[in-house]
């Protein structure tokens, strides 16, 4: 198996095509990036700028390039000793243009007759052998309905009609009687749907891969890529909505050859992958939590928690309670439907009434710690949910008794199919709802973290590197990606309030008396985003706030703006570029926190680069970055820039200061060169012990076995309590052989090395050894 030593993340849109990748690989060799890791490429919704919603699997999109356009990348590439890694969609397609889907189309025209109909995940007897579309305004808008060149339209949506289901003089509304579709208002997609959805996305459809033909032509483009050395791996998005992901993952393991594989799999804390997947790991959520933490400062979180206490009255935030509460409402709302499918499956001589039986299995979900099973494996985590949730709602407990059984066994549907549920639930009570309520440190509130551990030391670090070199010396590492909530420079100076509560409390009451907002914690959110961001535009914040809080549905929601609330957001927003007083407070806010940023953010990267696993960097984030969640971080940017920066560097004209932008184009692209370069100094892991009245502020590591020398990675951690103590004074480490730093050129040991000698220049240090010997 070939297999990378980093890679580097392209978004490909119609504004940056396949083409425009390939004349980009010159660049991403000379930065150090060994593969070229794509967005997804088959074919999409017009229109689209994330190819998430596939609309045809068999072909490249036209849009993003085409087939020459892959093949351009893939032979650029090739040129350059470098792979290709494509992330693929296998869980759901784009069905929002009808006639864009050739699947979603036969569906709609022949039923449950279509060749399609076994590809789709559709409940026929629920919606009367039609398929519930939730496309009206409300259901009395049938009387809005027309058929014209052969289609009914509503509006500016088409559909087909099923042969001989029209003639001449019908009225729309019969013909659209006859259909095997039922076209109904969008507000009953809650309880009503009939087909499975990726999450409350009433436009992605489920595809049931789990069937072996449907495997096959869904897979069919994605296998030539591989038979014609097209790509060398793949990223797979969602896996957990699958019926069978380590079955999927051995077919596509066999299909492609043996190919390098990733899943997008959010693990918890102290989860792990399922023993029998075939992949070599996930795309490094997990790795991003404990990077950001152990740049969290501890000493912060009691302040923290007494200044959220306050803003929520005095009663301070109980999170497992919270997400207990917003699983339930999403299992009570949006996906409701899903739930009820899931009681109706349940056998009928269980004798539970069908609104019974989903209050119990809303209760067993939203008591669940982990995003699904994988039964047999996970067994625990059902009994232990179904256990917690008989304690929450002791009047179900005899329901829960009779369902925990049926839930455990794989050969019935229910059982699979709320392995499919549960994840769902998760996704949205908690990452999408949860994690805009929560909010004392943004930082901590990214995807697939646990925001209750507000910070993680040294030595438990460690510890979880040894782990991850051990167990998933393969797995992807990131700290940004285009699913993020904030990138990573943003999150790295928001952590910096750790270290400052009470200087950061001062200024949200500043800021709260002159543009009040009526939800307290949702001003922290706010500001905190704001300073992390700050310079920005007033449309990107816009944008991010109404976003964030409809998210949150604390004051508002999508589906029933509050718009009295809405209009004191944006006047809140407003007032960071129109209020002297606000701008005044905000800009004395980030001018406190900025510096500290830039250092935590140098740090983040260098770990992240050189620590165990396959460290992915995301486009442009070789530069700073304070990106807020998507659409915003996936905004243009120049790759010019970024090349004629790393000419500079590579003719020798190095940054004075680590606030230079071109810093952390220098610590990317040294570590990834020694990355790509030199693998022999990555084969092992274990902590440089520091002695001195600052060890503590010193987070380093060896890469090197006990018999071969390694590189060694030194970086900054809490410098503002760092400077507050007297910077480094006689803190020291010991090498034991001559190393040099990739960064500055500068030689230190064999002996005693003095960290403030070391960090003279930049906060970080890439050491490598110039001599052979033990490291």
């Not at 088959?42 to 596939?54: M, P, Q, R």
């Not at 595809?207 to 483009?221: I, T």
């Not at 009681?343 to 269980?350: I, W, Y």
């Not at 009470?502 to 300073?531: C, F, H, M, T």
Request: aromatic share 8%.
């Amino acid at each position: 198996m070939k297999t990378p030593a980093s890679t580097y993340r392209l978004q490909i849109r119609q504004g940056f095509t396949l083409f425009d990748a390939a004349d980009t690989v010159p660049y991403l060799k000379s930065l150090g990036a060994d593969w070229v890791y794509l967005s997804p490429v088959l074919k999409a919704e017009s229109g689209s700028d994330h190819g998430y919603d596939v609309t045809d699997p068999s072909v490249v999109d036209p849009e993003r390039g085409g087939p020459e356009g892959l093949a351009a990348v893939s032979k650029a590439a090739r040129a350059a000793g470098m792979g290709v890694l494509i992330d693929i969609v296998p869980n759901h397609v784009g069905v929002a243009t009808p006639a864009q889907n050739p699947w979603w189309w036969s569906l709609l025209k022949e039923g449950r007759e279509s060749r399609y109909a076994e590809a789709f995940d559709v409940d026929w007897d629920f919606g009367g052998g039609r398929l519930r579309i939730p496309v009206l305004g409300s259901d009395d808008d049938l009387d809005q309905l027309e058929v014209k060149d052969g289609e009914l339209r509503y509006y500016g949506h088409r559909f087909p009609l099923a042969e001989g289901s029209y003639t001449d003089g019908d009225s729309p509304r019969d013909v659209h009687d006859r259909q095997h579709y039922e076209l109904i208002g969008w507000r009953r997609a809650d309880n009503d749907l009939n087909y499975r959805r990726f999450f409350a996305v009433n436009t992605l459809a489920g595809v049931r891969v789990e069937v072996p033909s449907v495997f096959n032509e869904a897979h069919e483009e994605v296998v030539r890529w591989f038979r014609e050395g097209l790509a060398d791996g793949l990223r797979i998005d969602h896996p957990d909505g699958l019926a069978d992901p380590g079955g999927y993952l051995k077919r596509l393991r066999e299909a492609t050859g043996g190919a390098y594989l990733l899943i997008e799999k959010i693990l918890e804390p102290g989860e792990q992958l399922p023993a029998s997947f075939e992949c070599e790991g996930t795309t490094g959520y997990d790795a991003l939590a404990d990077v950001d933490r152990v740049l969290v400062d501890p000493q912060g979180q009691d302040a923290l928690d007494r200044l959220d206490a306050r803003l929520r009255g005095g009663t301070p935030a109980d999170y497992q309670e919270m997400i207990r509460g917003t699983k339930r409402r999403i299992t009570d709302g949006i996906l409701h439907s899903e739930v009820l499918r899931l009681a109706r499956l349940v056998p009928q001589d269980a004798g539970l009434a069908t609104e019974t039986a989903a209050d119990a299995i809303s209760e067993i979900i939203a008591a669940f710690p982990v995003y699904r099973t994988y039964l047999p494996e996970g067994a625990e985590v059902l009994k232990e949910a179904c256990e917690l949730a008989a304690r929450w709602r002791p009047e179900l407990d005899q329901t829960i008794s009779v369902l925990h059984p049926l839930l455990q066994d794989t050969d019935l549907e229910l059982s699979r199919r709320f392995q499919q549920t549960s994840g769902m639930v998760m996704a949205k009570g908690v990452e999408d709802t949860a994690f805009f309520r929560y909010n004392r440190l943004g930082t901590l509130t990214e995807v697939g973290a646990d925001p209750t551990e507000f910070s993680v030391g040294p030595e438990e670090f460690h510890n979880r590197m040894a782990r991850r070199q051990a167990e998933l010396p393969l797995s992807m590492t990131t700290l940004s990606t285009h699913d993020t909530k904030r990138s990573e420079d943003t999150r790295a100076r928001i952590s910096v309030i750790s270290e400052v509560p009470a200087a950061w409390e001062k200024s949200l009451d500043r800021l709260n008396a002159l543009a009040p907002l009526p939800d307290g914690p949702l001003s922290v959110l706010l500001w905190q985003a704001i300073a992390g961001a700050w310079p920005a535009d007033r449309e990107r914040l816009q944008s991010y706030a109404l976003k964030a809080a409809r998210e949150a549905s604390s004051s508002t929601t999508w589906t029933d703006p509050d718009s009295a609330f809405e209009e004191k957001l944006a006047a809140a927003v407003d007032a960071a570029f129109d209020n002297k007083e606000v701008r005044a407070e905000l800009e004395t806010l980030v001018d406190l926190l900025a510096p500290y940023g830039s250092v935590n953010s140098l740090s983040a990267k260098l770990i992240q680069l050189t620590m165990p696993g396959v460290p992915d960097v995301y486009q442009g984030t070789e530069f700073w970055d304070r990106s807020l969640t998507d659409p915003d971080n996936r905004r243009p940017f120049s790759f010019p820039d970024r090349q004629q920066a790393l000419e500079q560097l590579d003719a020798g004209e190095l940054p004075s200061s680590f606030t230079d932008q071109r810093t952390k184009l220098l610590v990317t692209s040294r570590a990834l060169r020694l990355r790509r370069d030199r693998p022999e100094l990555f084969t092992g892991y274990r902590p440089v012990e520091a002695r001195g009245p600052a060890a503590g502020h010193l987070l380093g590591f060896h890469r090197g076995t006990a018999g071969a020398p390694g590189a060694v990675t030194l970086a900054t951690r809490l410098p503002y309590g760092l400077e507050q103590a007297g910077g480094w004074r006689d803190t020291a480490v010991d090498l034991d052989t001559a190393m040099k730093d990739e960064l500055t050129g500068a030689s230190f040991g064999p002996g005693t090395a003095e960290i403030a000698e070391i960090f003279r220049t930049y906060p970080v240090a890439l050491l490598v050894p110039e001599t052979g010997g033990k490291s």
